[in-house]
């Protein structure tokens, strides 16, 4: 599959708070910027994979309906976070199988209603109380009813397993409010120090609340179609140049290394793959060739797993790794460079699929990366794209 499907069209509503808005409604804003920057009609559109599903917003049948779309090939993924690469990837499979053309990937979320829509079961919460939260840990009888209790759970059994010290975390937020300050349309820009980071208030500690992604409404579409189609775009082509998807199984916890998680095996010995990944074998590249990497923080220790996953470090040297600005803007590997969701604003990992998309067209403004070829998305549960521009 390697630069065997691309990113022609993407389009953003770019985040906020939109009380008075639909998912639908930020979705068709998204969707039209997305047509108009890969010079497509809506009749063009052939396949639809969508990120917006119930309860937060319509599945993909009434998608295309209310979007004015007919398609060959549909498909839909879970609403919960991590898993645009996931629809980027199907996508990209879609249109090498011969399954349809042009395939539009779409994530629209109301994040700021969460709890708010109807009853409390309406966003799973009661839900939530009789079968627990899947991979984020959510056990009821451990009173893990919220990610951020399974997230601090595991940054403190991963804080002392290495001997570190949590305060170390303060680099990460640092960081990308670093990054957010120069994003017009991050949620937060207000500058931030280190007394702010630890004077802030524990949510569950050790996670303080600037550990915490910041909760928007808003939309992104991508439309991905083959490498040959791609030559005729008006905009510059991301090219898809490998992929590996999300790990699954008993080893498995979205808030801790393979077996460092809660409840999951009880020997822990589990070093980083390195380069070697199937992501990085079907790119024919390694971590030293990224030139910019956005991964999932909805939570501050995941940038550290994501860091040690994706091959960046060895296991327990992330939070060494992040300190003396190597995640920033003109360090080594910059990371989430238009403000994460820790600043910029928590839309499930979509606004850092824009940046990737912007970053590689040299379209990132006062944040770009010099020179930016090679993007790359991951999770500290390894799902992962690598992405690379013509120059590749």
């Known amino acids: 599959m390697r630069a065997a499907a691309a990113i022609t069209g993407a389009g953003s ?14 979705a068709s804003e998204a969707v039209s910027l997305a047509l108009a920057d890969a010079g497509l009609s809506r009749r063009e559109i052939d396949g639809l994979i969508v990120h917006i599903g119930a ?10 309906a209310l979007l004015g779309l007919k398609v060959r090939f549909a498909s839909q993924t879970w609403s919960h976070g991590r898993f645009g690469a996931t629809v980027i990837q199907h996508a990209a499979m879609a249109v090498s199988c011969g399954l349809a053309d042009r395939v539009l990937c779409l994530g629209a979320y109301k994040n700021s209603n969460l709890g708010l829509i109807g009853s409390r079961a309406s966003w799973g919460f009661e839900e939530s109380l009789r079968f ?19 997230a601090a759970f595991a940054a403190r059994r991963y804080f002392h397993k290495y001997g570190t010290s949590p305060d170390k975390l303060a680099a990460v937020p640092l960081a990308f409010r670093k990054h957010a300050m120069l994003n017009s349309e ?17 949510i569950v500690e050790p996670l303080r609340l600037l550990d915490c992604s910041v909760v928007v409404d808003g939309a ?12 005729d775009a008006p905009s510059r082509p991301v090219f898809l140049l490998g992929a590996q998807g999300v790990h ?12 460092l998680g809660v409840g ?15 992501v990085y074998r079907m790119a024919g590249l390694a971590p030293a060739d990224v030139d910019v990497l956005q991964v999932y923080d909805a939570f501050s220790p995941l940038v550290l797993l994501s860091l040690e996953r994706l091959g960046f470090c060895g296991a327990g040297e992330a939070v060494d790794f992040v300190q003396d600005g190597r995640i920033e803007l003109g360090g080594e590997i910059p990371v989430n460079t238009s403000g994460g969701m820790l600043s910029e604003g ?3 990992g979509w606004s850092q699929m824009m940046e990737i998309v912007r970053q590689l067209r040299h379209q990132a403004g006062a944040r770009q990366v010099p020179d930016a070829k090679v993007a790359q998305w991951g999770t500290a549960l390894g799902d992962s794209i690598i992405f690379g521009n013509s120059d590749v």
């Not at 509503?13 to 930020?26: F, M, Q």
């Not at 179609?225 to 030559?231: F, G, H, I, L, P």
């Open 346 to 348: 928590h839309l499930n």
């Open 220 to 231: 992104v579409a991508l439309i991905v179609t083959s490498a040959e189609r791609a030559k």
């Open 248 to 259: 699954a199984g008993p080893e498995e916890f979205i808030f801790g290394q393979p077996g």
């Open 13 to 26: 509503t770019g985040v906020g708070s939109h009380a008075e808005r639909t998912s639908i409604s930020l």
């Open 55 to 64: 309860p937060r917003g319509a599945d993909y049948d009434e998608t295309a």
């Open 186 to 202: 991050a949620r937060i820009r207000k500058p931030l120090t280190r007394d702010d980071y630890l004077g802030a208030a524990f």
């Open 132 to 150: 627990g939260g899947g991979p984020h840990g959510e056990t009821p009888h451990a009173g893990f009813n919220g990610p951020v209790a399974s």
């Open 264 to 278: 999951q095996a009880s020997v822990f010995d589990w070093e980083s793959p390195g380069a070697n990944q199937t």
